[in-house]
């Protein structure tokens, strides 16, 4: 019997000592403002403003639109042609992981290079899930061999839920995007890398206008219902070279997700309705953007493609009545930074009260090495991007900020990298998807982001040198 209990302590012993190292019930309550992390980034961006540069010139502007639909069915993989055996869909975990069957509508990405002065920005659009930060960080590599900097390059995802996967690293990646594919990742790299570059061969004189206009009835909070907070303003940016080619970048903040799990074919959802609309009308090109989709679900008549032709469509329709009121300037002022983030420690929960430790957290998901937050600020216009899924409810309150500073500002999601949700601090411990399943860095990240976002905005809105 000694000898029984004894193993049976030793298994018990072990057994706790291995739980301790993967699983924690510890969560860091230091005030984020005293952490290592915030004063890192914070010296950081102190030494971002000190060099700060304003362009006030002409306005040039280029465009490019190229093709993210894959091929399937084929018999071989053929990355350079963008033909494949199987392409997984990314965006909902019930899939399973399996293949899409065809295409219901091609899938793009799209770029906007805008030039003032000595001062280049470009501004991508996707149809993606994500911009994966794998996949971003080999673009970059691409992109810096010709001259093209990490931060002059302004990503964003329509965050469609039936677009390309197999790009996801790790586990939980695969969960959501399927099993990776080195082919394919090196096609979407290839594609987006040559949307930059192409939109920057375009530049030409042009002129430049933004606005935005109430679209609160095609969206509602998810997180918290009728009582939550929506940012119901759908952005816009009306590019015109003098040439005559016309674009638009649109910006919403619903989450794509009109379609279902249980859809197998390739859709841009209602931006890809809100884009084709566009473009059979008054403009050449029209780039969508995500918004701060954080908590924010669409809302439309119908359902699968019927809801989103009604919010695509009922979206492009408001905006052609508000481009004919636009003034284009051919002179602006430009200014942008690009701020690298040190982030909390990194913990995939289990439940309100219970998370993986960082080290197993990271073999399920490897963190990302290159996380951002961007602002670029064209005359009264500031356009942030975020690495996540971004808070509609703290979108507001940057917007109702600088709206008394005389800005206008909207706040774009999955910037090139990816760090799950950033919502306020106070919904850590809700029993739900978002801050439960997709909060990874505490219950501080939100209000940390949130700060970090502030200042960058202080520090464009400084006098011009």
């Not at 984020?32 to 502007?61: G, H, I, P, V």
């Not at 993989?77 to 392409?87: L, M, R, S, Y």
């Not at 953007?289 to 329709?317: M, R, T, W, Y």
């Amino acid at each position: 019997m000694k000898k029984i209990g004894l193993i049976v302590g030793i298994v018990l012993s072990s057994t706790v000592f291995l739980l301790s190292f993967l699983i924690s019930c510890r969560v860091d309550q230091t005030p984020y403002f005293k952490t290592a992390y915030y004063q890192q980034t914070k010296t950081r961006l102190d030494s971002l403003t000190k060099t700060l540069k304003n362009s006030d010139d002409l306005l040039e502007a280029g465009f490019s639109k190229v093709s993210i639909t894959p091929g399937v069915g084929h018999d071989q993989d053929n990355p350079t042609a963008g033909k494949f055996i199987e392409v997984p869909l990314a965006g909902f975990g019930a899939r399973k992981g399996k293949s899409a069957k065809g295409t219901h509508d091609s899938i793009f990405v799209k770029a906007a290079a805008i030039k003032v002065g000595n001062q280049l920005v470009v501004i991508v659009g996707a149809d993606m899930l994500i911009m994966p930060p794998n996949i971003i960080d080999e673009v970059s590599l691409t992109l810096q061999k010709k001259g093209i900097q990490r931060n002059q390059v302004f990503y964003s995802a329509s965050h469609t839920h039936s677009s390309v996967g197999a790009w996801g690293p790790g586990f939980i990646g695969e969960q959501f995007a399927g099993k990776a594919n080195l082919g394919i990742q090196k096609w979407l790299v290839n594609q987006i890398s040559t949307a930059v570059t192409k939109a920057i061969a375009d530049l030409k004189p042009a002129r430049f206008g933004n606005g935005y206009f109430n679209a609160a009835p095609y969206v509602k909070n998810r997180l918290i219902g009728e009582t939550g907070t929506i940012n119901g303003q759908f952005n816009y940016i009306s590019i015109q070279q003098k040439t005559g080619f016309k674009a638009v970048i649109g910006s919403f903040g619903a989450h794509a997700t009109t379609i279902g799990a249980d859809n197998f074919e390739f859709s841009a959802d209602y931006p890809g309705y809100w884009q084709r609309k566009m473009e059979q009308g008054s403009v050449d090109l029209a780039i969508f953007c995500g918004g701060s989709v954080g908590s924010q679900s669409p809302v439309g008549e119908g359902n699968e493609f019927e809801k989103s032709k009604h919010i695509g469509e009922a979206l492009a329709d408001s905006l052609e009545k508000h481009l004919t009121q636009v003034q284009l300037k051919d002179r602006i002022n430009l200014s942008s930074i690009s701020l690298k983030m040190d982030l909390p420690a990194y913990h995939i929960r289990l439940t309100n009260h219970l998370h993986f430790t960082s080290w197993l957290s990271e073999k399920l998901m490897p963190l990302p090495q290159n996380v951002y937050l961007q602002v670029i600020k064209m005359d009264n216009l500031m356009w942030f991007t975020t690495p996540s899924d971004f808070s509609g409810e703290f979108a507001l309150q940057i917007k109702d900020a600088l709206a008394n500073k005389g800005y206008h500002a909207n706040i774009t999601s999955f910037n090139g990298s990816y760090v799950g949700y950033i919502i306020p601090g106070k919904y850590f411990y809700f029993d739900s998807y978002e801050p439960k399943t997709m909060g990874w860095f505490g219950p501080n990240m939100g209000e940390y982001t949130f700060e970090m976002l502030r200042h960058l905005s202080d520090a464009v809105n400084q006098p011009q040198k």
